[in-house]
T-cell receptor
């Protein structure tokens, strides 16, 4: 099972550039989300989706866009990269909204903005 | 405000020694509680979870956690640590539904010395 797949694993961007982090899951999970992980701050929710065509903002959405055209894919777009967006990004999925359902994480995408 | 506190940024234990990682939470309703582990370069993996019932919860890899309502704590324990347990550990809390509202602590990095 592939689970949750993120690409790219590493990326260096210049300030002002745009890019898309790809995320795909093959578990037919309704709920998908993006987190960023920064030292000493744990994981913070950027955007999430409860199904195809439905997205909403999390705790730190500024500077990021998402879309959910299919159940499988949930790309994260950086519109104009800033050094403050240097972070590790994790895509995650879960079956349904129930908190007790296990969250499955991708392996992470390391992004550096210079 | 809802929050999760992991007081120890890092902990070092000798291989074979016992381990306890602390987690305190502040949450208005009865929470779901989780512990996740993140190995270097990997995504997060669920170790165990708790909602109700027996306050001592068993997880994978020999870990257990004890819920203490009076102390708002959910500490993670392991009787004998192995070198492969070196990783970062995250405590998390969330509501019954609306799983996207799961809040993660800042993490505790575990170092294991021979």
């Amino acid at each position: 099972n592939a689970g949750v797949t993120q690409t790219p694993k590493f990326q260096v961007l210049k300030t002002g550039q745009s890019m898309t982090l790809q995320c795909a899951q093959d578990m037919n999970h309704e709920y998908m989300s993006w987190y960023r992980q920064d030292p000493g701050m744990g994981l913070r929710l950027i955007h999430y989706s409860v199904g195809a065509g439905i997205t909403d903002q999390g705790e730190v959405p500024n500077g990021y866009n998402v879309s959910r055209s299919t159940t499988e894919d949930f790309p994260l777009r950086l519109l104009s990269a800033a050094p403050s967006q240097t972070s590790v990004y994790f895509c995650a999925s879960r079956k349904g909204q129930g908190t007790f359902n296990t969250i499955y994480f991708g392996e992470g995408s390391w992004l550096t903005v210079v | 405000a809802q929050s999760v506190t992991q007081p120890d940024i890092h902990i070092t234990v000798s291989e074979g020694a016992s381990l306890e990682l602390r987690c305190n939470y502040s949450y208005g309703a009865t929470p779901y509680l989780f512990w996740y582990v993140q190995s270097p370069g990997q995504g997060l993996q669920l170790l165990l979870k708790y909602f109700s019932g027996d306050t001592l919860v068993q997880g994978i890899k020999g870990f257990e956690a004890e819920f203490k309502r009076s102390q708002s704590s959910f500490n993670l324990r392991k009787p004998s640590v192995h070198w492969s347990d070196a990783a970062e550990y995250f405590c998390a809390v969330g509501p019954y539904t609306g799983g996207f509202k799961t809040i993660f602590g800042a993490g505790t990095r575990l170092f294991v010395k021979a």
